[in-house]
């Protein structure tokens, strides 16, 4: 057994049961030859993307591996793993190497020393003895810790030769978690019940440690509100009365509002990172935050009690704490909490709803994602956005009910991601109904991957915002550049495209036509036929945001 063929077998060993890849690799042919299904993308960065979707729906128990070949695919592959680093999210990557004589040649690409920056985890094999060894290394990574993409570069002469014998043992790494110690946790609890307004703040790791029951029970227990971030939109039911909702910049009012006046602030599963597509915390809170990641407890922010752990047995120990503390008897202020909440939320919606109802033509962006959003069966659907308009215009807006029916997505957003990003969430979940919202601007970045989806049998709907620009930018934003010569106007028959590609494409010009046409495509995933719904749009520049 060579290297390669080793690698194969550790791969089936832990589970995999699909390789993203593009355009050659050898272990393509060694995964097929295990019963591993190789699914080839049409750029290494929707093949990593793919993987990413598989990952974020997984909680950690599954992972999406990708194969590229060595140079220009390991080359290619960074902007989709930068993606992974900057979300947290674990992927393993194994790239093609060239001969180990040459590793040091220029300008010959190493992904060992060149991908240092956007992974959690980066080694190369140098002898076809370390196969074992680094491949353990790099599952549990994946498994422990902090997470995020590794990187196993598989360099040519070595992964050829052959694996001796005593190096072929290989035990899939176990999942370890970890919990703060008793007295960090009695802290925090006393802190939270000091608290005069306090909120909850769930991020990403909340669905990552399956915490969201948990999460729940504490919101409950004590009356606090929760907010979601982008990447934890889900982590709470929407439609809870202690669910303020979820926001990148743009939020709901109840969001805004508690996040503004809060005096404490409880990060659950969150980095606290600072940034354009992330809610601002404004001084003078007392902020808890909870990681599992030392490294982020006062990164960006100045935190008062910091607890590194997972984020369920975290919140399953503070309500383990309150019980000793205070009994279960906090159900006045849940009312009274609930009752606020809705009495905000309430004309913040009715601000909106004429926007969400608008029979204008082309069709406003928040009457389509109003219909997508009314038509859609929310337990059983997965949703998510694309970068710029369509993620600010649909965040606020969409119903999340259970953990993973919405992918929050982009501290560095990448166009294009949403497509690729989906094809990974239906083979993961190929009994949901999935379905990404993305602008012209992104089809141009990842639209090929419609022929993927149609050839893996990997059904998906795409929603496509057709308004000839891009909807992110203001107009005053490169006017002369607009005028004179055409920047970021662009047009294109997508439902045509869709077609070409072997998918079903529908065109929507009248607002009669949104919900029909989201009902056939529902129909038409559930046949195994993918579908791109080509909405004729407006340039609809408002958001739900209270930063400018």
């Known amino acids: 057994m060579n290297g390669i063929e080793a690698i194969a077998a550790i791969l089936k060993a832990e589970g995999v049961d699909w390789l993203a890849c593009y355009p ?11 019963g591993i299904r190789p699914i ?15 990952s974020r729906t997984s909680g950690r128990q599954r992972f999406g591996v990708v194969a590229v070949q060595s140079q220009a695919g390991a080359e290619n592959a960074m902007g989709g793993i930068a993606q992974a680093y900057a979300d947290n999210v674990p992927i393993l990557v194994l790239p093609g190497g060239v001969n180990l004589d040459q590793l040091a040649v220029k300008p010959n690409f190493s992904a060992a020393s060149n991908y240092q920056g956007i992974v959690k985890r980066v080694e190369a094999i140098y002898r076809p003895d370390q196969v074992s060894a680094v491949m353990r290394r790099a599952f549990h990574a994946l498994r422990n810790g902090p997470p995020g993409p590794v990187v196993v570069e598989m360099l040519t002469d070595v992964c050829d030769q052959e694996v001796p014998e005593n190096a072929l043992d290989y035990r899939p790494p176990p999942l370890m978690r970890q919990v703060p110690a008793e007295a960090a946790i009695d802290e925090a609890v006393k802190e939270l019940l000091r608290a005069e307004k306090p909120v909850i703040w769930a991020g990403g790791g909340v669905l990552f440690a399956g915490a969201s029951a948990a999460l729940r029970e504490l919101a409950e227990l004590t009356g606090i509100p929760v907010f979601c971030t982008m990447p934890g939109k889900s982590a709470l039911d929407e439609r809870h009365p202690l669910c303020l909702g979820a ?19 409880l990060a659950i599963g969150s980095s606290l990172t600072r940034g354009p597509y992330c809610q601002i915390i404004l001084p003078g809170k007392v902020i808890i935050q909870n990681s599992i990641d030392a490294d982020d407890i006062n990164k960006d922010e100045s935190v008062d009690i910091g607890l590194v752990g997972d984020a369920r047995l975290t919140l399953e120990a503070m309500i383990e704490s309150l019980r000793r503390q205070v ?37 406003n962006t928040y009457r389509v994602i109003h219909d997508i959003d009314r038509t859609l069966d929310w337990e059983n659907s997965i949703v998510t956005h694309d970068a710029g308009a369509p993620r600010d215009s649909i965040v606020p807006f969409y119903t999340a009910t259970v953990p993973n029916s919405y992918i929050g997505w982009g501290k560095t957003t990448h166009l294009g991601f949403g497509l690729p990003l989906m094809i990974g969430a239906k083979l993961a979940h190929p009994e949901k109904f999935c379905l990404n ?58 439902a045509k495209i869709a077609e070409g590609l072997g998918a079903v494409g529908i065109t929507v010009t009248k607002t009669a036509e949104m919900t029909p046409a989201l009902q056939r495509a529902q129909r038409l995933n559930a046949e195994g036929e993918t579908v791109l719904i080509d909405v004729h749009s407006n340039l609809e520049s408002r958001r739900s945001r209270w930063d400018r």
């Open 24 to 34: 050659s690799n050898p272990l393509i042919e060694a995964a097929a030859q295990v």
């Open 40 to 54: 080839n993308f049409r750029h290494e960065r929707g093949a990593v993307m793919a993987a990413d979707g598989y």
């Open 247 to 265: 926001g990148s910049r743009a939020t709901t009012l109840p969001a805004h509002r508690w996040l503004q006046e809060c005096d404490l602030l």
């Open 327 to 363: 009994g279960d008897g906090r159900g006045e202020r849940s009312r009274q909490t609930a009752a606020e909440i809705a009495a905000c939320r309430k004309p913040w919606l009715d601000q909106w709803m004429p926007l969400l109802t608008s029979d204008e033509e082309p069709l």
């Open 437 to 494: 919202l993305m602008g012209d601007g992104a089809f141009g970045m990842s639209g090929l991957d419609l022929e993927t989806a149609v050839r893996a049998k990997a059904p998906i709907t795409t929603v496509l915002l057709n308004n000839g620009g891009m909807a992110t930018y203001a107009p005053g934003n490169f006017a002369t550049a607009r005028e004179r010569f055409g920047v970021s106007h662009m047009v294109g028959d997508y």
